[in-house]
Nanobody, 122 residues
Framework: QVQLLESGGGLVRAGGSLRLSCAAS????????RGWFRQTPEKEREFVAA????????YYGDSVKGRFTISRDKAKNTVYLQMNSLKPEETAVYYC???????????????WGQGTQVTVSS
């Protein structure tokens, strides 16, 4: 079993920044590709970013390219999502996920965190 714990969400003004963290614990398979998704009550879960554990290749949703950066700390088994120039429409619950079952950009991972709320005020 893999447990994922997100942190770092909160309230920020438009144009501001936040850094989310996703710490994994449990069996060694947690060193799989890791993804970030976001969801609001009105929309389906949306791909934000993903990173392969080795060699650390990164992937981004079109709407966040150039503003968000995903990274990982192997020693801490933790993935980060640096979010800059945030927009009000990016208010959502952000979820970390591990072990993709299909393509890395699809919300079909084996393990999910509980989510962290990000609210961007205008």
């Amino acid at each position: 079993q893999v447990q994922l714990l997100e942190s770092g969400g909160g309230l920020v003004r438009a144009g501001g920044s936040l850094r989310l963290s996703c710490a994994a614990s449990g069996r060694t398979c947690s060193r799989s590709a890791r993804g970030w998704f976001r969801q609001t009550p009105e929309k389906e879960r949306e791909f934000v970013a993903a990173i392969s554990w080795t060699p650390g290749s990164t992937y981004y949703g079109d709407s966040v390219k150039g503003r968000f950066t995903i990274s990982r700390d192997k020693a801490k088994n933790t993935v980060y999502l640096q979010m800059n120039s945030l927009k009000p429409e990016e208010t959502a619950v952000y979820y970390c996920a591990a072990e993709p079952r299909t393509v890395i950009t699809a919300p079909s991972y084996g393990y999910w965190g509980q989510g962290t709320q990000v609210t961007v005020s205008s």
